[in-house]
């Protein structure tokens, strides 16, 4: 990456629907930060019961498994918000107007058709594990403890459909970008140097004391 991203808000629908789904993806990426420190806790339990107890956590492995998802893929949308997923901007960094906004949809378009089959893909998986007729509801189930595996499976469909609708936006700004010839956009990463993130951070700790 080149930097830090900022992105700008307005009082435009497309913000406002921006700052909305905002609001879904920062709740689910603190879940995927619970799922984090509910990991450490459960680390911290069984490590404790089998030194001092000889007694670890029943199950721990499949805790593990089971809190992946939560932890992989929960806050992927609130950092495609920000734009902090890893890209290179070798070529793209070089571009200007229209030109850099063109290749930006380019981009998040392109990402959108991948979502979209993996919305499609993830799905039917968790509809495989999925069934009202079966003890608690599943199919399948981990190994040690039988935990049942279709919560776990359902987290990642609707983690890609947020992402999804995040593309949609984004989509929808550097379109706008493209068509108005708009220097700074809003609802979509515009990538910061480390001079002005470093002002931005600035700004924002003087603004908290």
């Known amino acids: 990456m080149a930097g830090s991203s900022a992105v700008l808000e307005d009082g435009s629908l497309l913000s406002r629907i921006d700052r909305v789904l905002l609001r879904l993806e ?3 990426a603190m879940i995927s930060g619970l799922a984090v420190f509910m990991l450490m806790v459960l680390a911290v339990w069984s490590v404790s019961g089998r030194k001092f107890f000889a007694s670890p956590l029943p199950g721990y492995v499949d805790w593990i498994e089971f809190a992946m998802p ?3 893929i929960m ?3 609130y950092t495609q918000r920000n734009g902090g997923h890893v890209r290179m901007d070798i070529l793209i960094g070089q571009l200007r107007g229209r ?3 063109a290749a930006e949809m380019f981009s998040v378009v392109v990402i959108l058709i991948l979502m979209l089959a993996l919305i499609w893909g993830s ?3 968790f509809q495989r594990s999925f069934d009202f007729s079966s003890p608690l509801w599943s199919r399948d189930s981990s190994i040690d403890i039988g935990l049942p595996i279709w919560p776990a499976k ?3 469909p609707v983690a890609f459909s947020v992402l999804a609708l995040r593309l949609v936006l984004q989509i929808w700004g550097y379109g706008r970008a493209l068509v ?3 220097d700074h956009p809003v609802a ?3 990538i910061q140097s480390a001079a002005e993130q470093a002002m931005a951070e600035a700004e924002h700790l003087d603004g908290r004391d």
């Open 154 to 156: 359902l987290v990642v």
């Open 26 to 28: 920062t709740l689910f």
């Open 123 to 125: 799905w039917a998986h």
């Open 99 to 101: 030109a850099l906004w």
């Open 70 to 72: 939560l932890i992989a």
């Open 188 to 190: 979509v990463p515009l």
């Open 180 to 182: 108005l010839g708009l």
């Open 75 to 77: 806050g992927i949308s």
